[in-house]
């Protein structure tokens, strides 16, 4: 564990640090987000921080290469694996940076990612099997697992970069899920008596630093935005060290809670289930979205100032509050399934409503104890989506 949490530190450090280059070339360059209607930031600010993310990401692996019981515990398909992330990150990340300059339009994005996945599953990170609810396992052939690989990074990407749409939100909803994910795997590793060094544990600690070190010069009032360099990275990094568990346990070792015997959840699941479920409230804000503006005759892409983290300004939150609520939403969502994946039993259902009650008296109730409208709706600054 202390390893981990040095891989940990380096990571958040080293961003921290890389942020100040990262800013100036993002001036340098003219990649500077201008204010828009729908955007909820006053005055531009510039792009790239996915540029000081990856530098981060790849310290954290080197120094973890270093690091006695990492690299003598570690089989070599655990650097392998997280070496084929990285690169495939800095293609996505590449692609964020041509982005922030020159405003790609959605189908290069979408070949960028597609190319970045190819990576990925040509150098076997992929699914590899799926286990069911009640135990089946299924079996992927490489076109099954891929496809699926595939859909899972891209919407996980596209996801996070919806998501990113105040200062620092989607920066600490990846970070919380990223730290989320690390528990489940060094627990899981614990349960099963296994080496506790794994590619997925190695990633997941690393983005959480990553995202920890950027969080200062992104909070509100933010003086540099990760962009879609930043956004799609830590979104492919996610989901690809999730998918790494495929194929590094059986699903055997998979399957078992705390006590030793299946989980109500199962956690072979989990690798599919978790990055969705940390980005559910912007993927249900959306689907909402999609909806709404259908509804009323426009493009479905067509955009305005009616998502989640606007509605909560309009209700009375500050922005800062806006992002700590669905910060905890985020925590109450990605901590919830680690817990109910690994335990079971009337302790964990009665922690997990404990949770759903305080998280929504704080949603609705503190608004009532804070600034007025008027002033929330003038709060801070964010991230163009």
């Not at 912007?282 to 479905?300: E, F, I």
Request: glycine share 10%; net charge neutral.
């Amino acid at each position: 564990m202390r390893e981990y949490l040095l891989v940990l530190l380096v990571a958040a450090s080293v961003t921290y640090l890389l942020t100040v280059i990262a800013r100036e070339i993002a001036l340098r360059t003219g990649a500077v987000a201008r204010v828009r209607d729908r955007d909820v930031h006053d005055e531009p600010t510039p792009y790239m921080g996915g540029l000081a993310m990856l530098g981060g990401l790849v310290a954290a692996y080197l120094v973890a290469r270093q690091l006695p019981f990492l690299s003598q515990q570690s089989p070599s398909f655990v650097w392998h694996d997280a070496g084929v992330v990285l690169v495939a990150g800095a293609l996505v990340c590449l692609l964020g940076v041509l982005d922030d300059i020159f405003e790609l339009d959605a189908l290069t994005k979408l070949g960028g990612q597609l190319l970045a996945v190819g990576v990925l599953i040509g150098f076997g990170v992929q699914f590899w099997f799926v286990t069911l609810l009640d135990g089946t396992v299924f079996s992927l052939d490489v076109r099954q697992g891929a496809l699926l690989t595939g859909f899972l990074v891209v919407a996980t990407i596209n996801a996070v970069n919806f998501v990113d749409g105040l200062d620092g939100l989607a920066t600490g909803v990846v970070g919380i899920g990223a730290l989320a994910f690390f528990v489940f795997c060094y627990q899981l590793t614990s349960i099963n008596n296994t080496s506790r060094a794994s590619t997925a544990a190695l990633l997941s600690i690393a983005l959480a630093g990553v995202c920890l070190g950027f969080l200062p010069h992104n909070f509100n009032p933010a003086r540099l935005f990760m962009g879609d360099s930043g956004s799609m990275l830590i979104g492919l990094v996610l989901s690809a060290s999730a998918v790494t568990l495929s194929g590094q346990f059986s699903a055997a070792e998979l399957s078992v809670d705390g006590s030793g015997s299946p989980a109500s959840l199962a956690p072979t699941l989990l690798p599919i289930v978790l990055p969705i479920s940390i980005l559910l409230v912007p993927l249900l804000d959306l689907v909402l979205a999609v909806v709404r503006r259908t509804w009323a005759g426009r493009s479905p892409f067509a955009p305005d100032k009616q998502h989640l983290h606007h509605r909560l300004l309009e209700i009375g939150h500050s922005q800062r509050r806006a992002v700590f609520i669905m910060w905890l939403w985020a925590a109450l969502v990605a901590f919830g399934t680690v817990v109910a994946s690994l335990y079971s039993g009337p302790l964990v259902v009665g922690a997990l409503g404990l949770g759903v009650l305080v998280t929504i008296g704080l949603t609705f109730l503190l608004p009532k104890l804070g600034p007025n409208r008027l002033a929330a709706a003038q709060a801070g600054a964010g991230d163009p989506e």
